[in-house]
């Protein structure tokens, strides 16, 4: 069970750090969170130092007000990232969703049941979730998962999030795990199995030459807490995620797998059908 700091800044946010170990407690989570108040101003150089103090991320509820309380961020090598869910309001309304790959890619329908295979930050099960499916969000390391877990909980309160966040199930498992458990294969009904690795950490976007994939600081921030799969675990990853759709009560449907635009075939498996923008490459595997 690994320890991890928790620093706050006003006495009063004691309730909302009771909040976090509750949901430690009910979810299980194998974590623990050693809290300290962290005295004098907060300001953003002091934020991104704090990362040097400690070896491994800490989180960090400040008082960037959202919503009366405090927000709680990740911080890591000298970045400091929060989930932010209602900034994503634009892509989840049906304007909005018309341009997103993903959705061209896992054609869900308002009935569909999907597994986001690594869930992260939670964005692209939002917008997995904004077409209506169910989404099982799995996590492998707890310490996102509890992240996932308390922004669900912070915008589960905002009335027109209140139907998305219910089509959300976090759950901190290993994909592989989960994928290869009887229960969750036999008579299942999932449609879709959505997988987005860690990429490689040399195929972050240069800011100086442009190269790469644009895919941010939230990414980056992962790095100290994921790796990218090895060939052999992605072509397990591929496999029973595959094994799971073919044991759907329709024996039909697809994983999709999110790529750098120029990146090697996961698994070295050519995919059915891709969509691609500048950045960013969706293979699906049809079955
Ligand atoms: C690149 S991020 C995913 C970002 C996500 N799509 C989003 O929109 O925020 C990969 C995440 O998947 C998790 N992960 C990687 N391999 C996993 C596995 N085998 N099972 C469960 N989670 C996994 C990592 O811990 C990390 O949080």
Redesign the pocket.
């Known amino acids: 069970m690994k320890t991890f700091k928790l620093l706050y800044i006003d006495a009063a946010q004691q309730a909302q750090i009771e909040d976090l170990q509750a949901l430690i407690e009910h979810y299980k989570l194998p974590l623990k969170l050693d809290a300290e108040l962290l005295e004098g101003k907060l300001n953003q150089k002091r934020r991104l130092r704090l990362t040097d103090e400690y070896a491994q991320p800490v989180l960090l509820l400040d008082n960037k007000k959202l919503d009366d309380k405090g927000q709680l961020s990740l911080l890591t090598e000298r970045l400091s990232v929060a989930l932010e869910w209602d900034k994503l309001q634009r892509r989840v309304v049906s304007a909005g969703r018309k341009s997103e790959l993903l959705l061209q890619a896992a054609k869900l329908t308002a009935d569909s049941v999907v597994i986001?295979?690594?869930?992260?930050?939670?964005?692209?099960?939002l917008?997995l979730a904004s077409s209506g499916a169910q989404v099982t969000m799995?996590?492998?390391?707890p310490l996102?998962a509890l992240l996932l877990l308390a922004e669900q909980q912070r915008m589960s309160r905002q009335p027109n999030w209140q139907k998305l966040m219910s089509r959300l199930h976090i759950i901190n498992?290993?994909?592989?795990s989960?994928f290869t458990d009887e229960k969750n294969i036999t008579n299942n009904s999932v449609k879709v199995i959505?997988l987005?690795?860690?990429?490689p950490a040399d195929s972050y976007q240069d800011s100086k030459t442009g190269k790469g994939a644009k895919?941010g600081k939230?990414?980056q921030a992962?790095h100290q807490?994921?790796k990218p799969?090895s060939l052999p675990?992605e072509q397990q990853?591929l496999k029973s995620a595959q094994a799971v759709i073919s044991q759907n009560d329709t024996k039909m449907g697809r994983v999709v797998i999110?790529r750098p635009q120029q990146a090697p075939f996961f698994a070295q498996q050519p995919p059915s059908e891709s969509w691609s923008n500048e950045a960013l490459r969706f293979d699906g595997y049809f079955i």
């Open positions: 986001d295979a690594t869930a992260g930050f939670g964005h692209d099960s917008i799995l996590e492998q390391q996102m498992i290993d994909a592989l989960y959505y987005d690795p860690m990429f895919v939230h990414m992962l807490l994921a799969p675990e990853l999110k």
